[in-house]
């Protein structure tokens, strides 16, 4: 029904923002949102942000057709939609104004600045109503112990830049294997589907979006060897699961693995350096920033 729903959105907005006068079919604002659910709930090891991004976007664009607004007008209110969607979805306005100016509009003129930010704004404020001001993680107050730990976190860094870089490539590839592959289209997701399933029986915190458990990390529940091995099958169930046309977003699993990967190397610096370096969670924060 809308073949631009695939994947996990951002880069199709930024497409139809640059080729296609900002005009997004309206189709994509159910599609996209039943898609999205679909592959999560399952199990999909997508995360939610990606596909409020393209949603948020598409039903500005809806809007704005419907009003025949000009242009560059359209192009102000899909921003609009985008730094709404990642507003409510994050709990943030600023973080949601900035990324739309940025990536969507690529203008911080006033004219495309304030109505951006007004929608962040009220976007937030309909999220906090429902669901209040609480932040996503509940971290407890991480403090350096030793300053030899910055060149601690500039290895960790080196490490998550890597990371990162496979992540992104990884994708793409997924996406080059299935499509050469003579898996019909309408086949491939479940066929992603049962490759991801198959690693979840081992480790199902694969599965989904995994912010438990990276709670369970955070709250010290989680060994160095787990931490380890989900740094690789997250990577490869999020690659398999949008590579073979799943629909949803990539910036949970990229915390995830910054997570997981910041886990790991902090259990290592505290055995190899004990007393000396912070709890391994420091390190998983640090982690998931860098990764993503």
């Known amino acids: 029904l809308a073949r631009e729903a695939r994947g996990h959105g951002v880069p199709e907005v930024m497409i139809a923002v640059i080729r296609e006068n900002s005009v997004i079919r309206p189709v994509v604002v159910l599609v996209k949102s039943l898609a999205s659910a679909l592959s999560i709930s399952?199990?999909?090891?997508?995360?939610?942000?990606?596909?409020?991004?393209?949603?948020?976007?598409?039903?500005?664009?809806?809007?704005?057709?419907?009003?025949?607004?000009?242009?560059?007008?359209?192009?102000?209110?899909?921003?609009?939609?985008?730094?709404?969607?990642?507003?409510?979805?994050?709990?943030?306005?600023?973080?949601?104004?900035?990324?739309?100016?940025?990536?969507?509009?690529?203008?911080?003129?006033?004219?495309?600045?304030?109505?951006?930010?007004?929608?962040a704004?009220?976007?937030?404020?309909?999220?906090?109503?429902?669901?209040?001001?609480?932040?996503?993680?509940?971290?407890?107050?991480?403090?350096?112990?030793?300053?030899?730990?910055?060149?601690?976190?500039?290895?960790?860094?080196?490490?998550?830049?890597?990371?990162?870089?496979?992540?992104?490539?990884?994708?793409?590839?997924?996406?080059?294997?299935?499509?050469?592959?003579?898996?019909?289209?309408?086949?491939?997701?479940?066929?992603?589907?049962?490759?991801?399933?198959?690693?979840a029986l081992f480790y199902p915190h694969v599965m989904g979006v995994g912010y438990d458990t990276i709670h369970v990390l955070f709250e010290g529940n989680i060994t160095l060897a787990v931490m380890a091995i989900l740094v690789v099958l997250k990577l490869l169930a999020t690659a398999v699961t949008i590579g073979s046309g799943g629909s949803g977003g990539i910036f949970a699993p990229s915390l995830f693995i910054g997570a997981m990967l910041g886990g790991t190397f902090g259990a290592l610096a505290n055995q190899v350096f004990p007393g000396h370096t912070a709890p391994l969670g420091a390190y998983a924060l640090v982690g998931m920033g860098a990764v993503n």
């Not at 996503?136 to 998550?160: D, K, Q, R, V």
């Open 121 to 199: 704004v009220a976007s937030t404020a309909v999220t906090r109503y429902f669901y209040g001001t609480g932040a996503e993680f509940a971290l407890p107050h991480f403090t350096m112990t030793s300053p030899w730990e910055f060149g601690l976190y500039i290895l960790l860094a080196a490490g998550a830049g890597l990371v990162g870089y496979i992540f992104s490539r990884s994708i793409y590839v997924a996406d080059d294997v299935f499509a050469k592959s003579r898996i019909p289209a309408w086949v491939r997701p479940a066929a992603g589907g049962l490759l991801v399933g198959i690693a």
């Open 42 to 119: 399952s199990g999909g090891s997508v995360g939610r942000e990606g596909p409020i991004v393209q949603i948020g976007a598409a039903f500005a664009s809806t809007l704005g057709q419907v009003l025949k607004v000009r242009p560059e007008q359209l192009k102000t209110l899909v921003g609009c939609g985008v730094a709404a969607g990642i507003a409510g979805t994050f709990n943030a306005p600023i973080a949601g104004t900035l990324f739309s100016l940025e990536l969507i509009v690529s203008d911080f003129g006033l004219t495309a600045f304030t109505p951006i930010l007004v929608s």
